[in-house]
């Protein structure tokens, strides 16, 4: 996931580049600002407009974007940049609806425990905050003309991105064969289940079901229990013909992908990865370069610009010792370790030097 | 001059020093254990300030320029055009100094890339100097901060230009120097601009004229702009009054070249700050690269002003242990390094301005012409006892 704030990629108008090299943006920002918010010479930002209840631990925020928002498709992320405590934080959230007549842009965030972000937009986030947005992102997208059987497997807060695929379909008065099946712990926290039953009733191509984990099954479209196929067989029809989308925590997507990889139509999943529970200094981890798309396994102790060095890549660095800046680095997802004083950073998106910090996890650089 | 400083100075045992280093490690990382909202807070405060000062700077300009046209037609408002011009410039001026001190010079340090704000990133931050942010980075960040005043490897002393200290090498050359200084002041900011360019090594053929060209492009065009912006385009918006804008723009930049000058001067040359060979930084301990940015630097006294203005170069001494530590923590994290220095037996390099800077002017009369540097030739440790 690529957590960089870049301007959209739009060709700005006539006046716009005529005057860009005599306007520095963070000037034009800082003044835009006192006069509207999220009036930027380039930055998207949106602001949060509205708030509503979802299920038991989440939460349905509408954030209204400033007009470099470039758009998105429904089944994509964006990045949202938080400032808590003056320090800006950023989290991946799905946008759980397609593009809206109204523009707003629709995010339902979880409590998680111990989650600051999503703890801040439960409830200390106020109405008229603003937040910086990413570019949209990710590749579980409808094409243009949708045809034949899709089968959407949610689990949790998988459910974001799938929604918005159901939403979308519902709009185009449902062209294909749909069944979602929902996995959630306990009905309550469940999310836009009244919608989703609603939308059932409506469109008899689209066949919902909720599946319970940790309670009874109740209602005609409940079930109990854990994915595996006889659940499977019993609700989502012929397997061989669906055209598969999974997502939610990476235990359940690998499980989706064992039982259906191999007999679906097409399968496609993205998974959420959950904070890292133990560290250990041995061995190897997964390096992620997201600019040159290399992926580099790398050992856990040396310190990043050593162990980039050792694969023949030759980062800017400077003084080796952490003071001068020159190797900083951008890091999108992961934890490292402070090599000087031995502490840990889990915050997935900050600055690193790379001389003085080593992984703790698998990493993304903005390398 | 430099005898006196060792003088001063107890020599350190290894172990010693490895302590000396792991103190400052220590208070460094209790500093930023606690950084937070507060500094979030300051950094934004001194881009509030910058913008409205240049703000009022550049109106108040504008208004001179308005009140210049009326002296013309009523010989009564004279003083008026000059009060608004006075204010116009010292106003833009201060900004500008905010700008690049407060301001640039700590985000370009990478102090505040911990916000997470775009805007306040070490890597991507440009200021309102004609120097490009990524050649300073080089010169300054890197080579500056890691060889303080080791020679051959630090630019930053004398800046190619000065002879500050008497290890450097004499040549009638420097004879002019004191009225070089001058002008180097007044042009502070053109100087930093071309300071990574090593004019000397195309001068002496060790650069083609080609390479030179490629490295100096983004410099050029950058100074295009600075000029365009302050010459040419703010005098324009004044129309027929344009010479009153320009002007205050002159002086505004003027006042900051001068006033970065003394600073940065006052930072590493006054009396008792040290220069050190190129082998002294070969397998350097973490301590002994400490106590050696605290022998090449030199704080200012002084109150909040004083550490606004300097971009808290008046701790100096705190900025070289920890450059990536954002800059309004130094005055508390000054009162322990103090202690430290006095526990270890170490000179903590401090004075008015004043002194400083009458210490500096010095440095450049006097080495201006031939010096012999002391002859008890001072290592900064302790010779290991023969085994």
């Known amino acids: ?367 | 001059m430099a005898s006196l400083s060792s003088m001063k100075n107890r020599k350190l045992t290894a172990e010693e020093l490895d302590r000396f280093g792991a103190e400052l490690d220590a208070l460094r990382a209790r500093t930023v254990a606690t950084l937070g909202a507060r500094d979030a807070r300051y950094i934004r405060n001194v881009v509030k300030a910058v913008r409205y000062a240049n703000l009022a700077g550049r109106a108040l300009l504008f208004a001179a320029a308005i009140a210049g046209g009326l002296w013309l037609a009523d010989s009564a408002v004279g003083w008026l055009f000059w009060v608004l011009w006075a204010l116009g410039a010292l106003s833009l001026g201060l900004g500008k100094i905010l700008d690049n001190m407060e301001l640039g010079h700590n985000v370009i340090h990478g102090q505040y890339d911990w916000l997470g704000d775009p805007q306040l990133n070490g890597r991507t931050y440009d200021w309102d100097i004609v120097a490009t942010a990524e050649n300073w980075r080089h010169t300054h960040n890197f080579r500056h901060h890691t060889y303080t005043n080791v020679r051959g490897l630090d630019d930053d002393i004398g800046y190619g230009l000065l002879r500050i200290f008497p290890e450097q090498k004499w040549r009638p050359f420097y004879l002019l120097q004191p009225a070089i200084a001058v002008v180097f002041a007044l042009y502070f900011q053109w100087g930093v601009a071309i300071q990574n360019l090593k004019l000397g090594r195309w001068w002496h053929g060790k650069m083609t004229t080609r390479q030179l060209r490629h490295k100096s492009a983004p410099v050029v065009r950058k100074m295009g702009r600075q000029l365009a912006k302050d010459y040419v385009i703010y005098p324009a918006l004044a129309g027929p009054f344009f010479l009153p804008v320009m002007l205050g723009n002159l002086v505004a930049n003027g006042l900051r070249n001068v006033w970065t000058y003394v600073i940065i001067f006052c930072g590493h040359f006054t009396a008792n700050a040290e220069t050190f060979p190129k082998e002294c930084v070969k397998n350097e301990s973490r301590g002994h690269w400490y106590l050696r940015q605290l022998r090449g630097s030199s704080n200012l006294r002084g109150g909040f002003l004083m550490n606004v203005l300097s971009g808290n170069l008046s701790h100096q001494i705190e900025h070289h242990f920890f450059p990536d530590v954002p800059a309004n923590r130094y005055a508390e994290m000054a009162r322990e390094v103090r202690a430290i220095c006095a526990r270890y037996g170490q000179h903590y390099n401090t004075g008015t301005l004043l002194t400083q800077f009458g210490q500096v002017c010095w440095r450049i009369v006097r080495h201006a012409f031939p010096s012999r540097p002391p002859r008890t030739a001072s290592s900064l440790v302790q010779a290991e006892a023969a085994a």
């Open chain 1, 1 to 367: 996931m690529n957590a960089q704030f870049r301007p959209s990629s739009r060709r700005p108008g006539a006046l716009k580049r005529l005057i860009r090299p005599l306007v520095k943006p963070d000037v034009f920002d800082f003044w835009a600002s006192h006069l509207h918010r999220t009036w930027t010479w380039e930055r998207p930002l949106a602001r949060l407009v509205a708030r509503e209840v979802a299920s038991a631990d989440a939460v349905t925020l509408l954030f209204k974007p400033n007009r470099h928002w470039a758009g998105h498709r429904a089944g994509q992320h964006v990045n949202l940049g938080v400032d808590i405590d003056g320090v800006r934080l950023t989290r991946s959230y799905s946008l759980t609806a397609p593009p809206r007549a109204d523009g707003l842009l629709p995010v339902t965030v979880k409590a998680i425990e111990g989650g600051k972000v999503s703890r801040h937009l439960q409830s200390v986030a106020r109405i008229g905050d603003v937040v910086e947005l990413g570019p949209a992102f990710g590749d579980m997208t409808l094409p243009a003309s949708p045809a034949g059987a899709w089968l959407l497997l949610a689990a949790g807060s998988g459910i974001t991105p799938l929604v918005a695929l159901v939403r979308e379909l519902a709009a185009q008065d449902m062209p294909v064969d749909l069944t979602l099946l929902y996995w959630v712990r306990r009905r309550a926290e469940a999310c836009f289940v009244d919608e989703l039953r609603t939308l059932a009733a409506a469109h008899p191509r689209f066949r919902f079901r909720l599946l319970l984990t940790r309670e009874d099954a109740a209602a005609a479209d409940e079930a109990q229990g854990r994915i595996d196929d006889a659940l499977l067989s019993a609700h989502a029809g012929d397997l061989a013909a669906q055209q598969v989308m999974a997502c939610g925590p990476g235990g359940f997507v690998a499980r989706a992908r064992d039982l259906l990889a191999s007999r679906a139509a097409s399968f496609r999943a993205e998974a959420f990865t959950a904070p890292p529970v133990t560290v250990v200094d041995e061995g190897e981890v997964d390096l992620r370069l997201l600019r040159s798309g290399r992926t580099l396994r790398v050992p856990r102790g040396a310190s990043l610009l050593d162990a980039l060095e050792q694969h023949g890549l030759k980062p800017a660095s400077g003084c080796r010792m952490g003071i001068c800046n020159t190797c900083a680095c951008g890091k999108s997802a992961g934890s490292v370790r402070h090599l000087p004083s031995g502490a840990l950073a889990h915050e997935p998106t900050q600055a690193l030097k790379l001389c003085i910090h080593s992984a703790a996890t698998d990493l993304e650089l903005d390398l």
